[in-house]
């Protein structure tokens, strides 16, 4: 059987694709895989073919487009994705000291889940907060201008 979103899912499906003129539904790929994450947590194949029939596409061109994008998640993460922005201004003022302490307190390397599946950890190109660096995204919430001290409280925060 094939893999469908529940209803409620549905429903926010069809008012994407209501957004859409009917010769131009393929734009709604990205939206779509939005939501088949928020659904299932990350992005499967089978989820793909579910967006693909939804669009009147090949699974293969939504894939490269899944494939493409690194804010989709093609295994599972924890409940806390955490991402660490690496660039240039946020390397100026010490994201390697904070990825390096998220390592040493998660007991996690980049790119990792831990067993426990509670967190993720992951290296990010930007996350439009160069002012404020280093930064981190939990999830769908910004922390800037981070300290050991800030990250200790924003872990104890996620308990």
């Known amino acids: 059987m094939a893999l469908e979103f529940s209803p409620e899912a549905r429903k926010r499906a069809d008012e994407i694709l209501s957004r859409y003129p009917q010769d131009r539904k393929k734009s709604a790929v990205v939206p779509l895989l939005h939501l088949a994450q928020e659904e299932w947590g990350y992005v499967t194949p089978e989820a793909m073919v579910c967006v693909a029939d939804m669009i009147g596409c090949s699974p293969v061109k939504v894939a490269e487009i899944a494939t493409f994008y690194p804010m ?68 769908k919430t910004l922390y800037t201008n981070l300290t050991p001290e800030k990250i200790d409280d924003i872990l104890k925060s996620l308990e």
């Open 72 to 139: 989709y998640n093609k295994q599972p993460v924890g409940k806390y994705e955490i991402h660490v922005c690496h660039t240039l201004p946020c390397a100026l003022t010490g994201c390697a000291e904070v990825l390096g302490y998220l390592s040493e307190k998660l007991g996690l390397q980049p790119g990792e889940t831990g067993e426990d599946k509670r967190f993720t950890l992951k290296k990010i190109e930007c996350l439009a907060a160069c002012d404020r660096g280093p930064v981190m995204l939990v999830n």
